[in-house]
């Protein structure tokens, strides 16, 4: 069993930058591969960035590649996403989420099993 709580979202402009936290309870932390959603009013939950176990593999949806990153320190249960030059677009509620898979970098919903409640990122223009 995990729970997450995700920290750090907030109202920025266009061009500027967050970082989300996701911390993680439950003895199977280092276990999991980890990832963050998305999703926007009206729109379906859409996959952001994952890590496997370790970090040594990390995947991108296309629309942030080379302006977010994903990273994770397992001694302190936590995943982290810095969100740089971000857009009025990347505004959603942002989710971070566990996934069995330990070894994978999954980007469907499906893959994982442990949800946190969500933080909310607004992006003004």
């Known amino acids: 069993q995990v729970q997450l709580v995700e920290s750090g979202g907030g109202l920025v402009q266009a061009g500027g930058s967050l970082r989300l936290s996701c911390a993680a309870f439950?003895?199977?932390?280092?276990?999991?591969?980890m990832g963050w959603f998305r999703q926007a009013p009206g729109k379906e939950r859409e996959f952001v960035a994952s890590i496997n176990w370790s970090g040594s593999g990390t995947n991108y949806a296309d629309s942030v590649k080379g302006r977010f990153t994903i990273s994770r320190d397992n001694a302190k249960n936590t995943v982290y996403l810095q969100m740089n030059s971000l857009k009025p677009e990347d505004t959603a509620v942002y989710y971070c989420?566990?996934?069995?898979?330990?070894?994978?970098?999954?980007?469907?919903?499906?893959?994982?099993?442990?949800w946190g409640q969500g933080t909310q990122v607004t992006v003004s223009s």
């Open positions: 989420a566990a996934s069995p898979r330990f070894t994978a970098t999954p980007t469907v919903p499906l893959g994982y099993n442990y």
């Open positions: 439950g003895h199977t932390y280092s276990s999991v591969a």
